[in-house]
């Protein structure tokens, strides 16, 4: 792949990638866990979604947000898409546009949360359709 951004866009870069934080939002730290605590028995040597779920394409689509601070949306819309999949065995893409567009708690282009665009998903719905400017 060639260069997207010019060295003297990084400023640029970083608004598009930084998330969007209410005031007074307050970081939790997870509680870390030892590898040592965790068991492993019972996990396959290997494991790929290929194989375990060749009917969801979806898995192996990597998302292009563009110029646009909509990484928000994006990393909904792939969930649901693959999680559908995963259930149901049907390959449906769910529209990070439509997040992005009609999601009115969110700031567009500008970013937005991950929790608000769940919580617009389980409210409103979210269409279908694939990346923007296609037919899908």
């Known amino acids: 792949a060639g260069r997207n951004f010019q060295s003297h866009e990084l400023p640029r870069v970083r608004s598009l990638i930084q998330p969007s934080l209410p005031s007074g939002f307050a970081h939790r730290r997870l509680r870390s866990r030892s590898l040592q605590s965790v068991s492993h028995d019972g996990l396959p040597v290997n494991f790929t979604t290929i194989t375990k ?3 969801c394409l979806s898995l192996r689509q990597i998302r292009q947000q563009g110029d ?3 990484g928000y949306a994006h990393s909904v819309a792939a969930t649901i898409t693959d999680r559908l999949c995963i259930a149901t065995g049907q390959s449906v893409n769910m529209s990070a546009e439509d997040i992005t567009a009609c999601d009115m708690n969110q700031q567009g282009c500008a970013g937005g949360r991950t929790d608000l665009a769940w919580q617009f998903y389980m409210d409103q719905g979210v ?4 990346p923007y400017n296609t037919t899908q």
């Open 68 to 70: 646009c601070s909509s």
């Open 53 to 55: 779920w060749p009917k």
């Open 127 to 130: 269409v279908t359709g694939g």
